[in-house]
């Protein structure tokens, strides 16, 4: 089943968690380093962390950043995590930057805002491609073992057949030689065996019937010549 970026983002496993909390600490420490208002710092990093807990998160309508909370709210907490950050953010810290007479500007601040943003999202991306390689590999030594299995199977019945010429090449390589070789390599030699035995089978099956069949002739002969 596929997996949605909301997904991704809100895995609760173990590891999951220790990425984000690692993340979202990277990020209020770079909040802090270029002097962000800390009321904004709370803001964004408390609206994300209830997010992804799946919680409400509101600020007090007396509060001075409810309009950029209020705004980040209507655009999803989530999307800001995709880049969608309320302007209203920008417009705050600049005048946190103007009231402490900062040459710093918040337009400057919310870019650079995003770009660290985007850094917890390729970080849980990672994060969460690193576990579906893990389980496809898983999947592929599962898929590889069985057929390893089916080829030491086939290659035994090989063996008992008194193969034709034009099928020895199926005994050409050793078994372990075999198993060495590419996957399709081994699921074409699969495929050509299958047909060969399931031919030889046959074969065997008719010439026994034949010869049932010319016993049985000759017995009844036999006892017609003596009757």
Not at 82 to 90: L, P, S, T
Not at 103 to 125: D, E, H, N
Request: glycine residues 6%; hydrophobic residues 35%.
């Amino acid at each position: 089943m596929l997996e949605d970026v909301s997904h991704m983002w809100k895995c609760q496993g173990k590891d999951a968690n220790i990425v984000w909390e690692k993340a979202l600490g990277s990020l209020q420490e770079w909040l802090a380093s270029v002097q962000t208002d800390p009321d904004i710092t709370s803001a964004i990093c408390n609206g994300l962390q209830t997010w992804r807990l799946g919680q409400a998160f509101q600020v007090s309508p007396n509060h001075h950043l409810y309009c950029a909370t209020l705004q980040q709210g209507d655009i999803g907490w989530g999307n800001l995590l995709e880049g969608w950050i309320a302007i209203e953010w920008e417009t705050m810290q600049q005048e946190f930057y103007t009231f402490n007479h900062s040459r710093r500007t918040g337009r400057k601040w919310s870019v650079m805002l995003l770009q660290r943003i985007w850094q917890i999202s390729r970080a849980l991306w990672e994060h969460r491609n690193a576990i579906l390689h893990q389980q496809e590999n898983i999947v592929t030594q599962v898929q590889e073992s069985s057929l390893h299995r089916k080829i030491q199977r086939m290659y035994e019945d090989i063996l008992q057949l008194s193969l034709g010429p034009e099928d020895s090449y199926l005994c050409t390589l050793t078994l372990p030689v075999l198993l060495q070789k590419t996957w399709t390599y081994k699921s074409e030699w699969c495929k050509s065996a299958e047909i060969v035995i399931a031919r030889t089978k046959r074969g065997r099956t008719s010439r026994s019937r034949n010869l049932r069949h010319m016993r049985s002739f000759m017995r009844r002969w036999l006892q017609q010549g003596y009757s």
